[in-house]
Every structure is written in structure tokens, then in C-alpha cells.
């Protein structure tokens, strides 16, 4: 079932300015990951915020968690043309007998004006 | 690449073929996973084997079966698809199904036409 939610949608930037996508989710979770996909590629690994912490940051991507709010936000700075992609959202929660399952949301389409 | 390895890249099969995905890596991790993504919907999570035995079957319809002879190696063996079976099938793995501190690592997918 579905657990994150990426907002918007879709975002249109020039090159230069700084991206922000924002995700939801609705039940208790140990992590939170966000994932780059390029145009019918496999996804990649970009970050992962644990469940104590509030902001991370790698390269050019910050990261926040809020859980009491159950929100997270990926701020892209400096946006290139290169970045131009879909961004993914997903928690990974405990799913019984000693497992962990990670729950993708449906993506924000980021294009990058150069 | 990132480690994980599909093949083939493309597939287009009719409703009566059988043919079959594979996935391969050589990370060292015992978890591996297939996922199913269609246009505008999240990521469906079909399949997934911890230590070479598998521990979820989310519901999957059995004209899809995985087999999955080592860690390292993964297939999908489909059979009498139907047409809205068309998406792009991801391989993934990690270390195992604890907690992870990486994330997942995936492949470059196989797009599956059924015709």
C-alpha cells in the first residue's frame, strides 16, 4: 500500500534556482529515503534520514524530517539541467518477523530549464 | 552501473509466451526484491527473498513466478501475461531485510511489453 506521497506532482525550474519537493506519509516509520530516477532508468540511492533525526545533508540536497507532522522535504540548490529527473520518497518501516519494508510514494517530475 | 544487473533491457511477448527476467549482483547482498512500475502509480513491491528464501509475495497473480538459486541471482519466469502486465520490472537488492543504512541499490529495469 501506498505510504509516501510526493507534492507536486511536477515542477518546472530554470537552471540555477533551488528545488524543493515535499512527501507525506501516514504511519510510524524508522527511516525515510529519497530516490532519483532518470527517464526509464532504475532508481538510485540519493539519501536516508532515521526516524531521530531532522535534517541531513549531501552535496547540494538537504534533507528534513518532521515526524510529528509525518512530512519530509528534498531542497535541490543550485539546480542544473543534469538534475532533471523523478524524485521519489520511501519509508521503511518494520513489516514483522524481523523485516523492514520500504514503501514508495508516486514521484515528483522535476524538469530543469537550462 | 550500480551493481545490480537486469537483463534484457527490453521485452515484447505475447499473451501465450514464457519468458523470463533476470537480475544479478555481486554486492554481497542477501536481499534481493522485484518491484513493478506502472505509469502514475507508486512503486508496487512484488517479491522479496532474504537469504535466498523468499519472505513476501504481495498478492502477486501466479502467471508470475521468482526463483531465486543463490543470493546473487534473481529471476522472474512470466507466463500467459496480459496486456496490462506492460511496465517496467525492477530488480533491487540490500545488505539484508533489517533496518537499512543505505538504502536500496537497483537496476536499470527491464520494460516489458505484452502484446
Known amino acids: 500500500s501506498q505510504q509516501g506521497e510526493e507534492d507536486p506532482q511536477a515542477l518546472s525550474i530554470q537552471e540555477g534556482e533551488n528545488a524543493t519537493m515535499n512527501c507525506s506519509y501516514k504511519t510510524s516509520i524508522n527511516n525515510l529515503q529519497w530516490y532519483r530516477q532518470n527517464s526509464g532508468r532504475g532508481l538510485v540511492h540519493l539519501i536516508l534520514?532515521?526516524?531521530?533525526?531532522r535534517e541531513k545533508h549531501s552535496g547540494r540536497l538537504r534533507v528534513t524530517l518532521d515526524t510529528s507532522k509525518k512530512s519530509s522535504s528534498l531542497l535541490i540548490t543550485a539546480s542544473r539541467a543534469a538534475d532533471t529527473a523523478s524524485y521519489f520518497c520511501?519509508?521503511?518501516?518494520?513489516?514483522?518477523?524481523?523485516?523492514?519494508?520500504?514503501?514508495f510514494g508516486k514521484g515528483t517530475k522535476l524538469s530543469v530549464i537550462p | 552501473e550500480t551493481g545490480v544487473t537486469q537483463t534484457p533491457r527490453h521485452l515484447v511477448m505475447g499473451m501465450t509466451n514464457k519468458k523470463s527476467l533476470k537480475c544479478e549482483q555481486h554486492l554481497g547482498h542477501n536481499a534481493m526484491y522485484w518491484y513493478k512500475q506502472s505509469a502514475k502509480k507508486p512503486l508496487e513491491l512484488m517479491f522479496v527473498y532474504n537469504f535466498k528464501e523468499q519472505t513476501e509475495n504481495n498478492s502477486v497473480p501466479s502467471r508470475f513466478s521468482p526463483e531465486c538459486p543463490n543470493s546473487s541471482h534473481l529471476f522472474l519466469h512470466l507466463h500467459t501475461l496480459q496486456p496490462e502486465d506492460s511496465a517496467l520490472y525492477l530488480c533491487a537488492s540490500s545488505q539484508d531485510q533489517g533496518l537499512s543504512s543505505y538504502g536500496y541499490t537497483f537496476g536499470s529495469g527491464t520494460r516489458l511489453t505484452v502484446v
Open positions: 520511501a519509508t521503511e518501516a518494520y513489516s514483522g518477523a524481523g523485516s523492514y519494508q520500504l514503501t
Open positions: 534520514i532515521r526516524s531521530n533525526e
